[in-house]
């Protein structure tokens, strides 16, 4: 059975409607709220019951809205009175923007116009700071009394006339070259005035020993440098004032002492020389210090403040060294005064003959005050001149003396005693330079000072002992030679019945008289360069005068040696016959010759060996050698000749070309046992 077509629809639309959605069952929980009976009356009034349910909503809504709507609508009123206002007050605006226009621009233009003014105002009131003094400023030029506004007001007229010069160079030449000519007059009279102050202030510096430069005077002085003329005027008038209560103060030291006596006066130890220069050196390097540090607070006190050290007094940068010479001058002309009164006591002092190492003390001390005080003063001053002139001084009294001293010893060598001893003066000498040398060593050393040459004392002091000790050999040679030929003279009758070889012997013994006394000689010679080199060893400034001494006593130790070598063999014979040993060029052989002939050779060798192989006696020992190192190496190097003697003798007889017929028995002994026998 098919259904109507609307019912059909109706139908479809409530199967396909979803009853689970939100708004469905929103609308469905508020229907039963005032849907109760479900009867088909009801059910029928259905649609006419939801829309006076609307509709009694409405009415309410618009019941509740209605106070609301009252109030926009006394808004509203209140809204377009203010709009009536609004257009009133721009009409009225409107009508005072026409009427007062003028009075606008005008203030605009009066406020540009005071811009500009403002402007000027400014550049005037800079161009019055920078160009114009004030009357305070020109009354502190202009006043006597200087205090810290003259000096500000000199400062300001010296920028003024600084930019005068800037202004120069634009088109304002004419106001530059007024405002420079007015400057240069306040400036001029200012510096003058200052001037005056200055050497006011000065003055008053000679009247105490230790014065107190005042910021006040430092700012004058540093403000003065700006003109040369008047600081060298104002440094002279210091140097002058200074100069002379140095020089009161130099000769009440020496005479009157200090406060009190104390410290007593310095010319109370004139009996003690050293003691007496010291103190005068002392007191000198003591006003020295205060009066540099006095000259330096003064005329540079910049660098016064930053506490310059002695070394850089003399040692300054560049562009400081017209400061430089000024602080110089000044002291020298401060120190000037005490150079002669200083000068003559020390030369008295040095007139007084003082003993040698007094003399070398002085020489170091004044050497040691001259450096220091050309270190702090500087050398081409009259102070520093002085004590380089006394050094020289003291220098050649201490040379005289040792000069003296050398010609006196030369003058009366002593005699050379029996064991050939040194002398007295020797000893004496050395323990002099030794006393010398300790003196040199604890000796203060500036760090200038250049490095002197100590081996001219040590010569000066040494030289003539060593030529006293020369000539007393010499003579001693001499004497020995007169005694010896006596002594030949009354041997000869005595020679009468002895053997070849001990003819051989006392022959050869009795002739070389002048050597044999040659010996004594060099031994003294040696004994003395010993007494000398010995206790100087282990002294660093003497190292080069004690190697020279080793020298001279190898050679006269060489010279001893060979001397007693050709003592020896002339002895035995075998001297004269050496020559033919020794030589190269021969042109017969050996043994064909007479000096070297078998028979003769046989004599000498029977000689030496009777020497070697004898008593103890038989070579020399050089007892009276003190220095038993000395005497052994004597010893064998006398043993090592002769046995080189005898290798070149034997190597001659061996050899074929010589012809020695039986050479064998004439060198019976080959040379290493002439070696062990000697001991070498």
Not at 172 to 186: F, I, N, T, V
Not at 264 to 287: K, N, S
Not at 453 to 464: E, K, T
Request: one cysteine or more.
């Amino acid at each position: 059975m098919a259904l109507a077509p609307g019912l059909s629809r109706k139908l479809k639309k409530v199967l396909e409607s979803r009853t689970e959605t939100p708004d469905l069952l929103a609308s469905l929980k508020t229907l039963s709220t005032f849907y109760e009976d479900n009867t088909p009356h009801a059910r029928r009034n259905l649609r006419s019951t939801i829309e006076k349910r609307a509709l009694s909503i409405n009415l309410d809504f618009l019941q509740a809205s209605s106070a609301a709507q009252q109030a926009l609508d006394q808004v509203e009123e209140e809204v377009n009175s203010l709009a009536e206002c609004c257009d009133r007050i721009e009409k009225a605006l409107n009508s005072c923007n026409a009427t007062t226009g003028n009075i606008i621009e005008t203030t605009e233009r009066l406020k540009r116009d005071l811009d500009v003014n403002t402007q000027r105002q400014e550049i005037v009131s800079c161009f019055l700071r920078d160009y114009q003094l004030s009357n305070e400023e020109i009354n502190a030029l202009r006043d006597e009394d200087l205090d810290e506004s003259f000096f500000k007001a000199l400062a300001h007229v010296q920028e003024i006339h600084a930019n005068c010069k800037v202004l120069l160079r634009t088109h304002h030449q004419r106001a530059g070259l007024e405002l420079m000519d007015m400057m240069a007059m306040y400036q001029e009279g200012a510096y003058e005035r200052l001037c005056r102050w200055v050497q006011a202030e000065c003055r008053k510096l000679g009247d105490t020993e230790n014065p107190e430069v005042g910021e006040l005077l430092k700012t004058a002085v540093r403000c003065l440098k700006e003109r040369p003329v008047l600081f060298k005027y104002c440094a002279e008038e210091v140097a002058n004032m200074r100069h002379n209560a140095l020089f009161r103060r130099f000769l009440s030291a020496l005479t009157r002492g200090g406060p009190g006596g104390l410290p007593r006066p310095i010319e109370v130890h004139a009996h003690d020389p050293l003691r007496y220069v010291r103190d005068m050196l002392g007191w000198l390097h003591q006003a020295l210090a205060s009066e540099r540090e006095l000259v330096l607070g003064l005329l540079d006190p910049d660098v016064g403040d930053t506490g310059l050290t002695a070394s850089q007094f003399s040692k300054r940068q560049n562009g400081s060294g017209k400061t430089d010479s000024d602080l110089t001058f000044v002291l020298d002309r401060i120190f000037e005064g005490v150079c002669r009164p200083f000068k003559v006591r020390v030369e008295q002092v040095l007139q007084s003959q003082p003993s040698l190492i007094i003399s070398y003390k002085l020489s170091n001390t004044l050497e040691f005050y001259s450096y220091t005080i050309s270190d702090l003063l500087g050398r081409e001053t009259a102070l520093c001149n002085t004590l380089w002139v006394l050094k020289e001084a003291a220098q050649k009294t201490y040379f005289d003396i040792l000069k003296s001293r050398g010609e006196k010893l030369l003058r009366y060598p002593p005699l050379v005693t029996a064991d050939l001893s040194p002398p007295t003066a020797v000893r004496d000498g050395v323990s002099v330079l030794l006393e010398i040398i300790e003196t040199h060593n604890s000796t203060m050393v500036p760090v200038s000072r250049e490095t002197p040459d100590f081996n001219l004392v040590i010569s000066a002091l040494l030289d003539p002992i060593i030529q006293m000790c020369e000539q007393a050999a010499e003579a001693h040679k001499s004497k020995g030679a007169g005694h010896s030929s006596r002594r030949r003279l009354s041997s000869d009758s005595g020679n009468v019945s002895k053997s070849s070889v001990d003819a051989i012997l006392s022959n050869s013994s009795s002739t070389p008289s002048s050597q044999s006394n040659e010996t004594p000689s060099k031994i003294f010679l040696i004994n003395c360069l010993c007494a000398i080199q010995q206790p100087l060893i282990g002294h660093e400034v003497a190292a080069e005068y004690v190697k020279n001494l080793g020298s001279m006593i190898d050679n006269h130790l060489r010279i001893l040696v060979d001397k007693e070598v050709d003592t020896i063999l002339r002895r035995c014979g075998l001297l004269p016959k050496m020559r033919h040993f020794r030589s190269k060029e021969v042109s017969l052989p050996l043994a064909e010759i007479e000096d070297t002939s078998p028979t003769s050779l046989s004599e000498c060798l029977k000689a030496f060996f009777g020497l070697v192989l004898g008593s103890e006696s038989s070579l020399p020992e050089f007892e009276l050698l003190q220095v038993p190192k000395l005497r052994s190496e004597a010893c064998i190097q006398v043993a090592r000749s002769l046995a080189e003697a005898y290798e070149q003798i034997y190597q001659a007889i061996l050899d074929p070309e010589n012809g020695y017929p039986d050479p064998k028995s004439l060198a019976r002994h080959p040379p290493d046992q002439i070696r062990t026998i000697l001991g070498i």
